[in-house]
């Protein structure tokens, strides 16, 4: 059946369409109008943990809404990004991503049960800082590539302690660069690792750099390498990769804020102005004095591109050496 409609009832839709787009933009340019939540993909305590509610309490005070943060830990990280998948596409639930996160996992693990790309959308970084490369005090080695080839050379392979899928990518990495053989040792955090490795248990470990820092500067350990392109100014002694001959080994942990993909460019942009001017806080500088690493600026497009050349290097790496995804 042909249904032809009149004209007022023409004008009728019209307006009601033209309300909605009102009502639309005036919810998006109220935003926020209720709090925000923090959806954060680890246990509370941590060093990231701390840092993203310090982040969540200096954007409270930029949106003038309350900032709530809530620990979904587990499946590496895979049930916090569910949690912001199922939430609306409204800007009002967020993910702390790491780059294990939205960089390493979609490498690493198989049946991830998520797209980074097309699952979430970058707001603005957090923070970026080198990942350290530490052996034994008395490591008889006296740098990386020295631990390399002689390994090459005795045939006798080198045990490196790792964490996270990312750091044993490194650790595979590092084995790859002269053909040396590698034992993967895994831990399901930093501070048994480091234990070991104080104890001679392990010819290196690969950490975030905040984990080793102390153990350093307190002569526990030593630190062999960074993955940064310069030295860190907090580990000022420790030499990059790159000053030991290997060019293109560069490598970042880092921490940012992403939304839901989906969500309205106005609130994007608002969400990111807000993040910047909450990163920036004074607040946030003074965490940051004497640690390792720096503020992430980066944000949206930027920082998606980022996040984009991040995963393709780690994808390189796995091709290179023969990773197989867990």
């Given at each position: 059946?042909?249904?032809?409609?009149?004209?007022?009832?023409?004008l009728a839709l019209g307006a009601g369409a033209a309300l909605l787009t009102q009502g639309t933009a005036q919810a998006e340019s109220a935003f926020p109008s209720r709090p925000i939540?923090?959806?954060?993909?680890?246990?509370?305590?941590?060093?990231?943990?701390?840092?993203s509610?310090?982040?969540?309490?200096?954007?409270?005070?930029?949106?003038?809404?309350?900032?709530?943060?809530?620990?979904k830990p587990g499946a590496s990280g895979a049930i916090a990004v569910q949690t912001v998948k199922a939430a609306p596409a409204d800007g009002y639930t967020l993910l702390i991503a790491t780059n294990s996160l939205v960089a390493v996992n979609p490498v690493a693990l198989k049946n991830l049960g998520y797209d980074p790309f097309k699952d979430l959308t970058p707001l603005h970084g957090i923070?970026?800082?080198?990942?350290?490369?530490?052996?034994?005090?008395?490591?008889?080695?006296?740098?990386?590539?020295?631990?390399?080839l002689k390994a090459k050379a005795s045939g006798n392979p080198l045990k490196i302690?790792?964490?996270?899928?990312?750091?044993?990518?490194?650790?595979a990495w590092l084995g790859h660069l002269e053909g040396t053989p590698v034992i993967h040792v895994p831990y399901k955090g930093p501070s048994n690792m480091l234990v070991d490795l104080v104890g001679g248990q392990l010819d290196f470990a690969i950490s975030d750099p905040a984990s080793a820092q102390e153990l350093i500067k307190g002569g526990k350990i030593k630190g062999m390498?960074?993955?940064?392109?310069?030295?860190?100014?907090?580990?000022?002694?420790?030499?990059?990769?790159?000053?030991?001959?290997?060019?293109?080994?560069?490598?970042?942990?880092?921490?940012?804020?992403?939304?839901k993909a989906g969500t309205p460019p106005a609130v994007l942009k608002t969400l990111a102005e807000a993040l910047n001017v909450a990163n920036r806080s004074p607040t946030m500088e003074a965490r940051r004095a004497g640690r390792p690493g720096q503020r992430m600026d980066m944000a949206l497009g930027e920082m998606g591109k980022f996040q984009r050349q991040e995963y393709e290097r780690f994808k390189k790496v796995a091709q290179a050496t023969n990773y197989q995804p867990k």
């Amino acid at each position: 059946m042909h249904t032809t409609l009149t004209r007022r009832q023409v004008l009728a839709l019209g307006a009601g369409a033209a309300l909605l787009t009102q009502g639309t933009a005036q919810a998006e340019s109220a935003f926020p109008s209720r709090p925000i939540k923090f959806i954060l993909p680890f246990s509370a305590g941590g060093g990231t943990d701390e840092s993203s509610r310090a982040l969540a309490d200096e954007l409270q005070k930029a949106l003038k809404v309350p900032v709530v943060c809530e620990n979904k830990p587990g499946a590496s990280g895979a049930i916090a990004v569910q949690t912001v998948k199922a939430a609306p596409a409204d800007g009002y639930t967020l993910l702390i991503a790491t780059n294990s996160l939205v960089a390493v996992n979609p490498v690493a693990l198989k049946n991830l049960g998520y797209d980074p790309f097309k699952d979430l959308t970058p707001l603005h970084g957090i923070t970026v800082s080198p990942p350290v490369v530490s052996a034994p005090l008395n490591t008889p080695y006296s740098s990386v590539k020295d631990a390399l080839l002689k390994a090459k050379a005795s045939g006798n392979p080198l045990k490196i302690g790792n964490y996270s899928a990312g750091y044993e990518l490194l650790a595979a990495w590092l084995g790859h660069l002269e053909g040396t053989p590698v034992i993967h040792v895994p831990y399901k955090g930093p501070s048994n690792m480091l234990v070991d490795l104080v104890g001679g248990q392990l010819d290196f470990a690969i950490s975030d750099p905040a984990s080793a820092q102390e153990l350093i500067k307190g002569g526990k350990i030593k630190g062999m390498a960074t993955g940064a392109d310069q030295r860190d100014p907090s580990m000022a002694d420790v030499p990059t990769m790159k000053e030991q001959g290997y060019k293109d080994f560069e490598s970042y942990v880092w921490a940012s804020v992403y939304a839901k993909a989906g969500t309205p460019p106005a609130v994007l942009k608002t969400l990111a102005e807000a993040l910047n001017v909450a990163n920036r806080s004074p607040t946030m500088e003074a965490r940051r004095a004497g640690r390792p690493g720096q503020r992430m600026d980066m944000a949206l497009g930027e920082m998606g591109k980022f996040q984009r050349q991040e995963y393709e290097r780690f994808k390189k790496v796995a091709q290179a050496t023969n990773y197989q995804p867990k």
